[in-house]
């Protein structure tokens, strides 16, 4: 490619995402949740108890629809959301023992769901599109998200890093 239009890129980017959404759709809603609840549930079973600001950072979600979000995933009683006790003005989200277990269940077929996408790519290939698509997602005013450092192997647990690179 010689060049692309920012909007043809957006275009491009936009239709990635919304088939890998459309792939993965149907191992998530198989048992009632949507694409937005799986990512709440699958990013509290990764990382553990959140405030609802850091789930903001970690999901692709808005801040309005996170409130829907967990407050229907709180009326399935698949997440508890309680007062942080060190600040009262932030609410931490954490599994409940029904959503750790639905979530268990549903990650393997998530994740094969994944692979007949994902395989297209080499495991530098994923490693270069995840940096470059971090450059595009942090430090914008509308994201919320702190500006664009060094991207920390924490964040990208299923990608295997090798070598002495930057995330090595």
């Known amino acids: 490619m010689d060049g692309i239009s920012d909007v043809a890129l957006a275009r491009v980017l936009v239709r990635a995402a919304r088939g ?10 198989a048992e009632g949740l949507t694409v937005g609840q799986f990512e709440v549930l699958e990013a509290l079973r990764e990382r553990g108890p959140l405030c609802v600001r850091d789930l903001l950072a970690t999901t692709a979600t808005t801040s309005g629809n996170l409130d829907i979000v967990l407050d229907n995933l709180v009326a399935k009683g ?25 979530i268990g269940r549903r990650v393997p077929r998530y994740r094969d769901a994944l692979r007949g996408q994902m395989d297209r790519l080499t495991a530098a290939e994923k490693i270069e599109l995840a940096r470059l ?25 299923g990608i295997v890093f090798q070598g002495t690179g930057p995330l090595a």
């Open 133 to 157: 698509l971090e450059r595009l997602t942090t430090g914008s005013p509308q994201s919320g998200r702190p500006a664009p450092g060094r991207i920390d192997k924490e964040s990208y647990r």
């Open 78 to 102: 698949l997440v508890s959301k309680r007062v942080d006790p060190a600040d009262a003005r932030r609410r931490i989200v954490r599994l409940t023992e029904k959503g750790r277990a639905n």
């Open 20 to 29: 890998l959404r459309d792939c993965v759709a149907p191992a998530i809603s």
